[in-house]
């Protein structure tokens, strides 16, 4: 399926909803989508010592939790490397000159943004592209309605999707989980079991669960899920952005999506 508009998009829903698998199956379902998680982000900057990845590192390693501006710098500078973000003003003329295509690069500092909020709220924030190759869902920014305030005067996301699904179902779902490790293929005894109970299908060996996959931790971790979530899905339903899907199953999700999907990016709606 062909997009026919830049999609910019974020799946927001309680821990074991099947985020993930969704996100996944959005993937493979159009080519042009792109993920950009911003833990893997932080991480890949951190392995590559880059400034900013030198500046995160020192950051965790004092116990502290990494800045907002500092993610944002990280996925700003993603979408440019990419070539998704102009100057404000529309994209630099290419050149044959590769010194003129430097200097260009470096006037067009995404960092400033991030620094002084004012230049991006005063009407001259970076050009996202609309090109459909530029998609993207991300993953991990925002968490918070205050961390939506910030993105929005720098990148325009045009779909938040709430994902939901009943407690209970969650619950049987997480108590079923099942993985192997070394590989992170995950099992389900309700849904998706292994063809050998216990035993990984490809290599043989045991499955475990997951640390937290326990009703308490999950309990506890969805408290602060909804204290966070609701300010946030509040903030893009402002904005007219929010689209709610509902389903006990991420089977029963997944085609909802994609109808919706394709009507706002593959038709031109």
């Known amino acids: 399926m062909r997009l026919s508009k830049a999609a910019r998009i974020i799946l927001v829903g309680a821990p074991g909803v099947g985020k993930g698998t969704q996100a996944e199956r959005l993937l493979q379902r159009f080519p042009q989508l792109s993920a950009i998680s911003s833990g893997d982000l932080l ?3 951190v392995k590559n010592r880059t400034p900013l990845g030198i500046k995160a590192e020192s950051t965790m390693r004092s116990g502290a939790l990494v800045p907002d501006a500092m993610i944002l710098r990280l996925i700003l500078h993603e979408l440019k490397t990419r070539g998704w ?13 590769s010194a003129s295509m430097y200097a260009a690069q470096q006037d067009f500092d995404t960092d400033s943004f991030v620094e002084q909020p004012s230049l991006a709220s005063m009407g001259a924030p970076p050009q996202t592209s609309d090109d459909p190759s530029a998609s993207f869902i991300l993953d991990g920014f925002p968490r918070t309605a205050g961390q939506a305030s910030q993105l929005d005067a720098l990148i325009p996301i045009n779909l938040v999707v709430s994902l939901k699904t009943p ?47 326990d009703e308490e ?8 899920f909804e204290e966070t979530s609701e300010p946030l899905l509040e903030h893009y339903e402002r904005k007219g952005v929010l689209w709610t899907v509902e389903g006990n199953s991420s089977d029963e999700i997944s085609p909802k999506l994609y109808d919706e999907f394709e009507k706002r990016f593959a038709t031109g709606g």
């Open 43 to 45: 991480r890949d900057n």
């Open 85 to 97: 973000l102009s100057p404000p003003g529309g994209p630099t003329p290419m050149t044959l000159s």
């Open 167 to 213: 407690f209970e179902v969650i619950l049987e779902r997480i108590a079923g989980r099942w993985v192997h490790a070394p590989s992170g293929r995950v099992y389900n005894t309700t849904f998706n079991a292994p063809k050998v109970a216990g035993k990984d299908d490809i290599t043989g060996e045991p499955l475990t669960k997951r640390s937290d996959d």
């Open 217 to 224: 931790t999950w309990k506890a971790r969805l408290k602060k």
